[in-house]
């Protein structure tokens, strides 16, 4: 029985350790491009970052970088822009897709060995290539010498943990992963060859103060210990700063107050940025075809790591004159002034002074005016690099959603018998022909999205997914959809009758294979 539980426990165990199909196709093309690089940080959670868990952090030797960047553009890897106040020179950002585990994979790609506070990285550790030299294949990635990497870890640690910035913000001591690594590194080293490379590559630092700054690491260092040992640390790779010492502290004061302020009014926290721009993405399709869960699903897989915005253009915003003229036309509803709603389904009230119908027109002017100044804001997002998403889109083939209706509703109406009342919208109206070109003047200024998805359901199909909703109604957008003879170019049609799952795979593959 125990030895069934051990097997059943190691199997468990190779299971855990199996890299995504993308990471292991990312390590065996390192391995055949013959790149000098290594894994160079959080080595005893190698097998979190195989599997997607946690970032992959590689160290390059700089006179391979086209070459290393042209191997995971191959592999689908997408180049992305850090936040401001996280960009590092020397570190490029790339973010694959893993369909089969539904998982983006980020990889950081150092150039050089970035130190310091979380909110500065002020220093530079100029030992990349002694650092690489001593790198060795250890499972799907190259790993340093544990002595070299024992090193790293411990003057990061220390500039993040030990000086005065960081304990009195509250970070100075290790977290519980840190202290892990610390110990997993600790039980690894020789100390006779990690002074040796003490003393070759770091001699400026010194044996002395390297080992003051693991004993300032321990759970029961004082304070002063910590700070004192903070401060000769930074004195000793003042020369590799990237700013003052007054520079830094005023950059990490600043970002601290800004981090607070957002998090203390709820703001998100700035994401990453595509390397290619950004894109507006567009989808459409009749009642029960399953837009917004297909949008709702983009946004939460997208927004995890890219500045992404998710916009409802069928039902937009209404801005500040929208809301005062449909203030206006409900008061004249209610002081009889005009009837009832009217649409293309419903019959004028007979009684009424003036026709519905002019509420109706002036709505649907202030709705395109509304649809334009929302994808206006989308464009403008999408022009700084940031993905936005459209649920609903005008189209021009679309007839029955989301684009110019007075033309049409006008025209329905001079072909129905005369209501009783004394104005009426005509076609010959002055009046009509100004709103009918002010609306269709604010649909021409919506161009097609970059990527348009229209989802494709049977009518009775989305009939029984709407059972709430008016059956004629919904098979009526649904039909108009179901039979448009769609063109293939810049178009993806998507078949909806699919199972969820399916659709939005499908979806999700097109939407990184173009972003």
Known sequence: MATIQSQMAAEETIVAMCPLGSVAMLSEGLKS?????????????????????????????????????????????????????????????????????????????????????????????????????????????KVPMPEFEFIVFVIRMVLKHSTWFAILGGEGRLKAAERDELLYLLQRVDRPRLDMILDRHLPYFGVTLFWKCV?????????????????????????????????????????????????????????????????????????????????????????????????????????????????????????????????????????????????WIIREVCRARDRYWTYMRGRRCAANGGIVIFDRFPLAQVELMDGPSIRRFVSTLASSPEAGCFLRPRPTSWLVKLLTQLEEKYYKEIVSPDLLFVLRVN???????????????????????????????????????KGKTEVLAEIKQLVWEHL
């Open 215 to 359: 004993d300032s690491l321990s759970s029961n260092s004082t304070i002063p210990l910590r700070a004192n040992v903070g401060r000769q640390v930074e004195k000793k790779l003042r020369t590799h700063a990237r700013h003052s010492s007054y520079r830094d502290l005023v950059l990490k004061a600043t970002r601290r107050v800004a981090l607070a302020a957002r998090r203390r009014l709820h703001f998100s926290m700035p994401k990453y940025r595509l390397g290619c721009g950004g894109m507006v993405i567009a989808v459409v399709g009749g009642d029960g075809a399953g837009k917004s869960t297909a949008v709702d699903a983009m946004h939460r897989w997208l927004s995890e790591n890219f500045a992404t915005n998710c916009v409802h253009l069928g039902k937009p915003a209404w801005s500040p004159l929208t809301k005062g003229i449909r203030g206006l036309l409900k008061i004249g509803h209610l002081t009889g002034l005009y009837g009832a709603e009217a649409s293309t389904r419903d019959t004028l009230n007979e009684k009424s002074l003036v026709s519905p119908g002019y509420a």
């Open 459 to 497: 009518p009775e199909t989305a009939i029984e997914r709407k059972p709430d909703e008016v059956e004629s109604f919904v098979r009526e957008r649904s039909k108009e959809i179901w039979e448009l003879d769609w063109p293939h170019q810049g178009i993806h049609v998507i078949e909806a009758d």
């Open 33 to 141: 491009a013959s790149l000098n690089y290594c894994h160079w940080k959080s080595n005893n959670t190698l097998d979190q970052s195989g599997s997607g868990d946690k970032d992959i952090d590689l160290l390059i030797d700089r006179s391979d970088s086209l070459k290393f960047s042209s191997l995971v553009a191959q592999f689908g890897f997408k180049l992305a822009h850090a936040p401001s106040e996280k960009e590092m020179p020397g570190v490029l950002n790339y973010f694959g897709y893993d369909a089969a585990a539904d998982k983006c994979v980020h990889v950081h790609a150092h150039y050089q060995l970035i130190a310091g506070h979380d909110l500065s990285k002020n220093y530079r550790l100029p030992v990349e290539l002694a650092y690489l030299e001593t790198s060795s294949q250890q499972g799907i990635f």
